[in-house]
């Protein structure tokens, strides 16, 4: 599909495959030896990494688009976006094609940053192991995170994408995370009763909900409800009661639907997250990115709002 029409989903190597190993070459013996390392073993085929699951689950999702929109190109395009060198190219081509993977779209960097690139190929998620990166992505006001790998294997279901959002900091803005770190729980229930009817402000991730919330009307437009190959969670801290209006408000006055809302008051998402099995779980603080990982689920770090300079103060 053209960009203009596509939902485009920027993946770096290390994301899409596991290069724990050929990472230690380049980090101890420098790039030369990590480029010959490539290119002797171009015909051993990469392992799945963290985002692996999660491009082909949106490949699925392609599949299903093409069999009752043949024309429409208001699909997923998977961008491998890395800052290789060219002459590892051939390890990784061979081992998208191994998978059956559809990726056409290559933009391999040099050492150089990627994140001009980003803007130009009209990124709408971009997925990195690079924290670094996705920093400067989300300060370019591109939807990024950094991905970590589960510490168990699970099984992941491959009918249905399945994408877990966490609400602050993420979908909306961190106005009232602020509240939580500086003034403390009492105060920030408060503050969500009596402005309970002002929407929140967009976060950073709100646009790729949207893409997704698109294409679930595309199913929905075919009387595909109960049969839609993409489900979305919105797994909270929050407490329902006391600060869960505000946030389905939000949700109402942007016009967007969440399949599941799980209010946790504060309880671990880890087990949750074991039930719902996403591909992808996105949050903005590492502890739940740990707890999520420790229980085998895929997690994306968003590094966005005030619980970034509370976690690099502690």
């Known amino acids: 599909p053209k960009p203009q029409h596509a939902i485009t989903v920027a993946v770096s190597s290390r994301a899409l495959f596991d290069l724990v190993e050929e990472r230690r070459i380049y980090e101890e013996q420098g ?11 171009e015909n051993v085929t990469l392992k799945p990494g963290p985002a692996f699951h999660f491009v082909k689950a949106l490949e699925h999702v392609n599949a299903r688009l093409l069999e009752l929109y043949p024309d429409d190109e208001e699909r997923f395009d998977i961008v491998l976006m890395t800052n290789n060198h060219a002459q590892v190219g051939v390890r990784l081509i061979n081992s998208i094609n191994h998978y059956g993977l559809t990726i056409e779209r290559f933009c391999m960097t040099g050492g150089k940053s990627p994140i001009g690139y980003l803007t130009a190929y009209l990124t709408n998620l971009y997925l990195s192991a690079d924290s670094e990166k996705v920093q400067e ?39 009232s995370e602020q509240i ?48 839609c190959p993409i489900r979305t969670f919105l797994v909270t801290a929050r407490s329902a009661a006391s600060s869960g209006a505000r946030v389905l408000k939000t949700l109402r006055s942007w016009g967007l639907e969440i399949d599941e809302a799980l209010f946790l008051a504060g309880a671990p998402k880890g087990p949750i997250l074991v039930k719902i099995r996403p591909h992808i779980f996105f949050d903005d603080q590492m502890f739940h990115i740990e707890g999520a990982q420790k229980l085998g689920t895929i997690a994306a770090h968003v590094p966005y709002g005030v619980a970034q300079k509370y976690h690099k103060s502690a």
């Open 180 to 227: 939580v770190k500086e003034q403390g729980l009492d105060r920030f229930f408060e503050h969500e009763q009596l402005n309970e009817n002002k929407p929140l402000a967009q976060g950073p991730l709100k646009g790729f909900l949207e893409d997704l919330g698109k294409l679930q009307k595309k199913f929905y437009a075919k009387n595909e409800r109960l049969n």
């Open 31 to 41: 790039v030369e030896k990590y480029v010959e390392y490539q290119q002797d073993n």
């Open 137 to 175: 992505a989300i300060e370019a006001g591109i939807a990024a995170a950094t991905m970590f790998t589960a510490n168990k294997d699970v099984a992941y279901s491959d009918t249905q994408l399945r994408v877990a959002f966490d609400g602050d900091a993420v979908l909306f803005s961190d106005e």
